[in-house]
């Protein structure tokens, strides 16, 4: 049982728009620390997709977005295309564990 | 460009150590908190441990807490996790992971590619 909890999996036509959420509590994204997004393509490493909420490093495309409110997060990633197609995680920090944590994970599929 | 590459990794028997490396280059490593976040076969991401750019502050997942140590060698920009005690369910890749320059609990910017360990008899 992951302490940040995301849905399994979520999926979408090509040209879409999904959101993936991620809900905590009190001790972690309810206490205003970031929220940060991971994409995994099968196979590799994660790679950093949204810093701070809703922050994008260099060469992510704009086609993802993150935002916050309250105890949750979410990434919205729009004009789905094939290569989209991975896990994502959302992380922050724990205060009540004194560590980082993550989000299960979600299975994006491009229908 | 950043790089992080792992070693280490293998097969070993439970109860036994393991002691995990990760080589760091293209950046000033002396400057960065480090990370090891773990995956099992199939499964989600784990945090395991971070370490403070100076190697003063480190700070553990429960699951790890007293069975496994990070530290680093500036001077070798290496990054180290010492793992004793292994059991089943310690079986996943481990990733080297970059954080942040100031803040311990910040993003992780840079991942390496993996190790993977297996405990099994």
């Known amino acids: 049982q992951s302490v940040l909890t995301q849905p399994p999996s979520v999926s979408g036509a090509p040209g879409q728009r999904v959101t993936i959420s991620c809900t905590g509590s009190?001790?972690?994204?309810?206490?205003?620390?970031?929220v940060h997004w991971y994409q995994q393509l099968p196979g590799t490493a994660p790679k950093l997709l949204i810093y701070?909420?809703?922050n994008r490093p260099s060469g992510v495309p704009d086609r993802f977005s993150g935002s916050r409110s309250g105890t949750s997060a979410s990434l919205a990633i729009t004009g789905l295309q094939a290569e989209d197609e991975a896990d994502y995680y959302c992380?922050?920090?724990?205060?009540?564990?004194?560590?980082?944590?993550f989000g299960g994970g979600t299975k994006l599929t491009v229908l | 460009q950043v790089q992080l590459v792992e070693s280490g990794g293998g097969v070993v028997q439970p109860g036994k150590s393991l002691r995990l490396s990760c080589a760091a280059s293209?950046?000033?490593?002396?400057?960065?908190?480090m990370h090891w976040v773990r995956q099992a076969p199939g499964k989600g991401l784990e945090w395991v441990a971070v370490?403070?750019?100076?190697?003063?502050?480190?700070y553990y997942a429960d699951s790890v807490k007293g069975r496994f140590t990070i530290s680093r060698d500036n001077s070798k920009n290496t990054l180290y996790l010492q793992m004793n005690s292994l059991r089943a369910e310690d079986t996943a890749v481990y990733f080297c992971?970059?954080?942040?320059?100031?803040?311990?609990?910040?993003?992780?910017?840079?991942w390496g590619q993996g190790t993977l360990v297996t405990v099994s008899s």
């Open positions: 992971a970059r954080g942040g320059e100031i803040t311990i609990f910040g993003v992780v910017d840079y």
């Open positions: 293209g950046f000033t490593f002396s400057s960065y908190t």
């Open positions: 370490i403070s750019y100076d190697g003063s502050n480190k």
């Open positions: 009190n001790s972690n994204t309810g206490a205003a620390y970031d």
């Open positions: 701070a909420n809703t």
């Open positions: 992380q922050s920090y724990d205060s009540s564990l004194s560590g980082s944590v």
